[in-house]
């Protein structure tokens, strides 16, 4: 995973005056700012990928790098793994980046990930995003317990903004009447896709979850009146592009998190290595 200070993706979740202790805590509320890597694996090099992205949190945990971000790796879609970080200002990464710089070991080992990291990549992208309150729904989830990702991707014509915002605000009215239960967080992508470009993400628990996102789902959609109906068909013939949802898992070996979050389920956050089998030698005569 590209996290140099070159490529622009090591981003900073500080509060001011934070110090350089170890990774930041995971959000309790809407992050202002999503930085977000995409890397596409090569088939078959999933293995391999997932181990070597360790590397990065492993190096960051060593320099006690004040951030944090998680890894989300693709159940459904193209073979991709998503590193989501977030910050509250440009102004907060641009000081971190400043402290990677001034580290000499830190950037001499992210320049040796970075490298080999092109062995099992097929492509990469790199996008900022600007959180969308306004068109988010619901409480904001313990983003330590989430275990699993939705994440849609909506690609809006030029022009379009105020159509999907308008959209989104009544499809979030029509949850608030038939789906109490249902929360999204959306952000619009301000540097790296074509604009207007909107991701909404939602989250679990556990997969069992999504069997009631479903039931919520089907529900909305006879929820929704005459009026309603009529102009979510009409924006999406004339302002929708596309959109695509996938299905993500968190990888904990992949994301850097505070320790204290791990401590709080450390069967997950910091598994124990499996015991290898040993064949037993035969017997002799």
Do not use: C
């Amino acid at each position: 995973m590209q996290k140099t200070s070159t490529s622009l993706t090591l981003l900073a979740f500080l509060a001011g005056g934070a110090t350089l202790t170890s990774a930041q805590s995971l959000p309790t509320s809407q992050p202002k700012y999503l930085h977000i890597v995409r890397e596409q694996v090569k088939i078959g090099r999933e293995g391999d990928h997932s181990k070597h992205e360790a590397g990065w949190p492993a190096a960051y945990e060593k320099a006690k790098a004040p951030m944090a971000y998680i890894a989300l790796v693709s159940m459904t879609g193209t073979r991709e793994s998503w590193y989501v970080t977030p910050y509250e200002s440009h102004g907060a990464w641009g000081e971190n980046m400043k402290r990677e710089s001034a580290d000499p070991v830190l950037s001499a080992e992210l320049e040796r990930l970075g490298k080999v990291d092109a062995e099992y990549l097929s492509d990469l992208q790199l996008m900022q995003a600007m959180a969308r309150p306004d068109l988010s729904h619901g409480a904001f989830p313990d983003t330590s317990k989430q275990r699993f990702y939705a994440i849609t991707l909506f690609r809006v014509k030029p022009g379009y903004d105020s159509g999907f915002a308008a959209v989104a605000k009544s499809y979030a009215a029509t949850a608030g009447r038939s789906a109490p239960n249902a929360r999204w967080r959306t952000y619009q992508v301000m540097a790296g896709a074509p604009s207007p470009t909107f991701l909404v993400f939602s989250s679990y628990e556990a997969y069992g979850d999504l069997d009631r996102s479903i039931e919520e789902g089907m529900s909305m959609s006879k929820s929704f009146s005459a009026e309603e109906l009529l102009a979510l068909q009409k924006f999406n013939a004339e302002g929708l592009i596309s959109a695509e949802t996938n299905r993500y898992r968190l990888d904990p070996a992949q994301s850097y998190v505070a320790k204290e979050t791990r401590e709080k389920d450390a069967a997950f956050w910091m598994p124990k290595p499996a015991a290898k089998v040993l064949a037993k030698k035969p017997a002799q005569d």
